[in-house]
């Protein structure tokens, strides 16, 4: 039984406004799937889902993350060969990939510090302990071996 998809972490809606666009239709529907694929992985670093437990068809997307979804997405259709120069006559121009970035060419990925980011809003950051247990016999039995006593 296939469980249903979690909903992307910005609409559609949200992102023409960031833009300040009006999408086509077949735009709204080509931003909605590059919403999913970077809101999938987006979760991949997250420690929350950021679904609202009320409505789970709703996303509760926090502000740092927003802006992460939007530079990925800005990236994707800018960039999407993910090219680093370019040489137009007397024009040259030279970037570094961000660190983190894939060489696949489909300008969809987090760099390491949209990661970062991504990893604290969700609250992934910080220190944290760790309990260890283990098993403890209830006794100690006395033991030989090659002709010795040893206690365990």
């Given at each position: 039984m296939a469980s249903e998809p979690l909903p992307p972490l910005m609409s559609t809606d949200e992102l023409a406004t960031l833009l300040g666009v009006t999408f086509t239709?077949?735009?709204?529907?080509?931003?909605?799937?590059?919403?999913?694929?970077i809101s999938g992985f987006?979760?991949?670093?997250?420690?929350d889902d950021m679904v609202d437990p009320d409505d789970p068809t709703q996303a509760r997307t926090p502000d740092v993350v927003l802006g992460i979804i939007l530079t990925a997405y800005s990236r994707a259709i800018d960039n999407p060969r993910g090219?680093?120069?370019e040489r137009i006559g007397d024009y040259q121009w030279t970037a570094h990939p961000a660190p983190g970035a894939s060489n696949q060419g489909t300008g969809l990925y987090l760099s390491n510090a949209e990661v970062e980011l991504v990893r604290d809003a969700t609250g992934c950051g910080g220190l944290a302990s760790i309990e260890f247990d283990a098993y403890m016999p209830q006794r100690i039995v006395d033991r030989t071996y090659a002709g010795e006593n040893f206690i365990y």
């Amino acid at each position: 039984m296939a469980s249903e998809p979690l909903p992307p972490l910005m609409s559609t809606d949200e992102l023409a406004t960031l833009l300040g666009v009006t999408f086509t239709e077949a735009e709204e529907a080509k931003a909605g799937l590059y919403l999913r694929i970077i809101s999938g992985f987006v979760r991949l670093y997250a420690c929350d889902d950021m679904v609202d437990p009320d409505d789970p068809t709703q996303a509760r997307t926090p502000d740092v993350v927003l802006g992460i979804i939007l530079t990925a997405y800005s990236r994707a259709i800018d960039n999407p060969r993910g090219l680093t120069s370019e040489r137009i006559g007397d024009y040259q121009w030279t970037a570094h990939p961000a660190p983190g970035a894939s060489n696949q060419g489909t300008g969809l990925y987090l760099s390491n510090a949209e990661v970062e980011l991504v990893r604290d809003a969700t609250g992934c950051g910080g220190l944290a302990s760790i309990e260890f247990d283990a098993y403890m016999p209830q006794r100690i039995v006395d033991r030989t071996y090659a002709g010795e006593n040893f206690i365990y």
